[in-house]
């Protein structure tokens, strides 16, 4: 069978149509999303407690561990004082101790500094342990409320999906790409990019999904690309047809670096 050749391209978005598609987005998502602690602050430590938590790891397994974890260590002070012992012990059952460690680190670096403030700034918070661009780009808009794009597996999938099949996505170029289309698409104000942030990941998290996209029930059907493909069973979109293997992959990762 030959295969589809796939050619560099150059994605934009017409204004009215990112238009269109935050506002089929933000209704959805004011709708079905769900209520999670992390969504219920806007505590810069507490958000990047949850999202280094959250990283490979399944938000119902999450739930319990943040609870335990901002108990015995309520605020930046308070962990970066900890023993690396406690730490571990306190992110036990969770994985990749990796993140610990970084959280520690992070919070040592952070309080050292003159005001011990975690940054509000996306290219700041890249210089601290663990920070990469998604992680930067979710601090700046959930806790500071920034107009920051960010891009993690969710949201790279549902970009690839409705505007840009053609893309590799898991390519550097690609994936340069998907974060281009994450910025045309951010509201003008911080405050609703917070919610349009939610929104595309709740979509890749709920309904477009890397097993079965439930195209069906999806707010932004009528301008996704791939729809008309998924119903002819045709796709080169990472959509699974019928013949595609099921992957577990709804946890939030960050896709590799850009
Ligand atoms: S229509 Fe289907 S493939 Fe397109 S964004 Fe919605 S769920 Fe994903």
């Known amino acids: 069978m030959a295969t589809r050749r796939l050619v560099p391209i150059d994605v934009t978005v017409a204004p009215e149509a990112a238009t269109a598609f935050r506002r089929r987005l933000h209704r959805w998502y004011k709708q079905h999303s769900r209520d999670l602690p992390w969504r219920q602050t806007r505590d810069p430590y507490r958000i990047l407690v949850s999202e280094l938590m959250l990283q490979q790891t399944q938000v119902s397994r999450v ?10 260590f309520p605020d930046l002070p308070t962990l970066a004082d900890a023993r690396p012992k406690s730490v571990r012990e306190a992110w036990e059952g969770l994985g990749y101790y990796a993140r610990a460690r970084n959280l520690h680190a992070l919070a040592k670096q952070v309080t050292s500094t003159p005001d011990g403030v975690i940054p509000s700034e996306p290219a700041a918070l890249r210089s601290l342990p663990g920070v990469g661009a998604y992680t930067a780009g979710a601090v700046a808009s959930f806790a500071y409320e920034k107009r920051a794009a960010l891009v993690d597996t969710n949201v790279a999938r549902v970009l690839h999906r409705v505007f840009a099949p053609q893309l590799r996505p898991k390519s550097g170029p690609g ?20 919610t349009h942030n939610q929104a595309l990941m709740e979509l890749g998290a ?12 999806c707010p ?5 690309a791939t729809f008309p493909q998924l119903q002819a069973g045709e796709t080169n979109s990472g959509a699974p047809t019928a013949s595609t293997p099921r992957k577990r992959t709804n946890t939030r990762r960050a896709p590799k670096s850009v």
């Open 63 to 72: 739930l319990e561990f943040y609870r335990r974890f901002l108990h015995r």
């Open 175 to 194: 994936l340069k790409q998907l974060w281009r289309l994450a910025e045309q698409l951010l509201p003008r104000t911080g405050k609703s990019t917070w």
């Open 206 to 217: 709920l309904v477009c999904t890397a097993r079965v996209p439930r195209c069906g029930i």
């Open 220 to 224: 932004v059907s009528a301008a996704c």
